[in-house]
């Protein structure tokens, strides 16, 4: 199965991501590896501190701006709706909600990694 197929199969829209690039298949993988590293630079991890979720936001909005871009969905509507509790002041629902997501972006991450070797 290609990169492309795996990545469908993990809900990543990568039609639309493609359309973002006019159809450049080479960019748009590239830019999967800069995805990879903007996880493991910004990872988001649940024991962050509750009374001041500063450097949560920041990362989280990093990982889903790059998630946006490259229309990996379930990432980018999963840090979206966690950036609105961070935001909104209920860090706890959002940790809950990082717990959630964190398997499914382990996935994508190791998916793109196997291809990239």
């Given at each position: 199965?290609?990169?492309?197929?795996?990545?469908k199969?993990?809900?990543?829209?990568?039609d639309?991501?493609l359309?973002?690039?006019?159809?450049?298949?080479?960019?748009?993988?590239?830019?999967l590896?800069?995805?990879?590293k903007?996880?493991?630079?910004?990872?988001?991890?649940?024991?962050?501190d509750?009374?001041d979720?500063?450097?949560?936001?920041?990362?989280?909005?990093?990982?889903?701006?790059?998630?946006?871009?490259?229309?990996?969905t379930?990432?980018?509507?999963g840090?979206?709706?966690?950036?609105?509790?961070?935001?909104?002041?209920?860090?706890?629902a959002?940790?809950?909600?990082?717990?959630?997501?964190l398997?499914?972006?382990?996935?994508?991450?190791?998916?793109?990694k196997?291809?990239?070797?």
């Open positions: 199965m290609t990169l492309f197929e795996e990545l199969e993990l809900g990543v829209d990568v639309s991501g359309k973002r690039l006019a159809g450049k298949e080479q960019l748009y993988t590239r830019l590896g800069s995805f990879v903007t996880i493991e630079a910004h990872s988001v991890e649940p024991d962050f509750s009374a979720c500063t450097e949560a936001i920041e990362k989280a909005h990093a990982i889903k701006g790059t998630a946006g871009n490259l229309s990996i379930p990432l980018y509507e840090y979206t709706e966690i950036l609105r509790l961070l935001r909104g002041g209920e860090p706890e959002a940790r809950q909600l990082l717990t959630e997501i398997p499914q972006q382990e996935k994508i991450i190791c998916c793109i196997k291809h990239m070797e």
